[in-house]
């Protein structure tokens, strides 16, 4: 890594040196030789520092990361969710060049399935619904109050009313976590069973 980035300030500064080289008059008036100096040195050096660091973080986090899923999987299966979960939030806020979507994720799929487990300990029905439902009436007020400029030019025309956006989200949300408890039911009948037996 560190031989990667010296070849490339090596290169860099050969560059940098050639163009200066055959700059004219005008061009020599508007820069100071301090200021050249700077740009052949310091700058270029911080690209190196930048290239050599930048890349040994990109190549051994993933390596890391995926030992680091594997001993959690290895020492306590129960907890895999969390540390999966954990990973691909942590993958999709560095890599997905839409911030908002890999926000909406971790609400939805990272946040929302722990606060869903407090909920539904409720120990009535329409209790855990009301709760349910203030819990996304709440999200989607800060949403639609604190960051309309990010969400409103996704939404569909007809869905430009405040009133219009609760009663949508409210229906989607119920769809939505009815489908979610569905799956949680799936993988705790299905692939739990699996995994207790493989462990």
Known sequence: MARMGAGVARDLRRDVFTKVTYFNNDEMDRF???????????????????????????????IMGIGGLIMGLSTCVNLAWVLALALIVMLGLLLVPDKANALLYLLFFGLWPMLKSLL?????????????????????????????????????SALTAAWMVYA?????FVIYDIGFSKLIAFYVARVDKVLRKAS
């Not at 409720?122 to 309309?148: D, H, I, M, Q, Y």
């Open 32 to 62: 100071s030789g301090a200021t050249l100096i700077t740009r052949s040195t310091n700058d270029i050096t911080q690209v190196q520092n930048f290239l050599s660091m930048g890349l040994r973080l990109l190549c051994f986090a993933p």
């Open 168 to 172: 949508a989200g409210n229906v989607a």
């Open 120 to 156: 539904e300990r409720l120990p009535s029905r329409p209790a855990e619904w009301a709760g349910k439902l203030a819990v996304f009436n709440a999200v989607l007020t800060l949403c639609w109050f604190g960051l309309k400029a990010l969400f409103l030019p996704f939404l569909p």
